[in-house]
T-cell receptor
Framework: DAKTTQPTSMDCAEGRAANLPCNHSTISGNEYVYWYRQIHSQGPQYIIHGLKNNETNEMASLIITEDRKSSTLILPHATLRDTAVYYC????????????FGQGTRLTINP | DAGITQSPRYKITETGRQVTLMCHQTWSHSYMFWYRQDLGHGLRLIYYSAAADITDKGEVPDGYVVSRSKTENFPLTLESATRSQTSVYFCASLAFSSDSYEQYFGPGTRLTVT
């Protein structure tokens, strides 16, 4: 599975959109991009995933560049409860059914 | 209650002791996973299981043993605990299809080896 690079930490004001970038320049054509988050001391939680089209669900939007070498997770109206570590993960859909977590981005939402 | 549970939630043990961490899921998911998370670090995969009686090593399997006699249970055993195994352990199960892939994580077990 391709390696991902994320900023170590980010801050965002409450009520604003939080945009979390992820670089996956070595991604292959059959690899999906997944986002999970981990709120302090809890188990990680699935947010969203995509292959090449932009995706949106009740939690977030995922924007994948046309060359698929990077993506951005968007939390449209961040709240204090969105403070967490966000993990960007790339995996092959038909590969081994496991995820490899990197260090993630620690997002702090400020009041 | 539906979901994934872990027990115990907290455990303190001594070096050299055997300790078993339990994981139970109610969805009948085929895949289950064990991760460890050390303070300030990401999750590392210890072992995973594709089905009952099928297990495979992850990134950091040394010092751990797993078994899976029933689909719903996936216990993790530290045969002779060491201080380096002090960590938070997360169990997860997987729901996946052709267009979705979601791991559900338990609340974690905080293990301290003295």
């Amino acid at each position: 599975d391709a390696k991902t690079t994320q900023p170590t930490s980010m801050d965002c004001a409450e009520g604003r959109a939080a945009n979390l970038p992820c670089n996956h320049s070595t991604i292959s054509g059959n690899e999906y991009v997944y986002w999970y988050r981990q709120i302090h001391s809890q188990g990680p939680q699935y947010i969203i995933h995509g292959l090449k089209n932009n995706e949106t669900n009740e939690m977030a939007s995922l924007i994948i560049t046309e060359d698929r070498k990077s993506s951005t997770l968007i939390l449209p109206h961040a709240t204090l409860r969105d403070t967490a570590v966000y993990y960007c993960i790339v995996r092959v859909a038909q590969g081994a059914q496991k995820l490899v977590f990197g260090q993630g981005t620690r997002l702090t939402i400020n009041p | 209650d539906a979901g994934i549970t872990q027990s115990p939630r907290y455990k303190i043990t001594e070096t050299g002791r055997q300790v078993t961490l339990m994981c139970h899921q109610t969805w009948s998911h085929s895949y289950m996973f064990w991760y460890r998370q050390d303070l300030g670090h990401g999750l590392r995969l210890i072992y995973y299981s594709a089905a009952a009686d099928i297990t495979d090593k992850g990134e950091v399997p040394d010092g751990y043993v797993v078994s899976r006699s029933k689909t719903e249970n996936f216990p993790l055993t530290l045969e002779s605990a060491t201080r380096s195994q002090t960590s938070v352990y997360f169990c997860a199960s997987l729901a996946f299809s052709s267009d979705s892939y979601e791991q559900y994580f338990g609340p974690g077990t905080r293990l301290t080896v003295t």
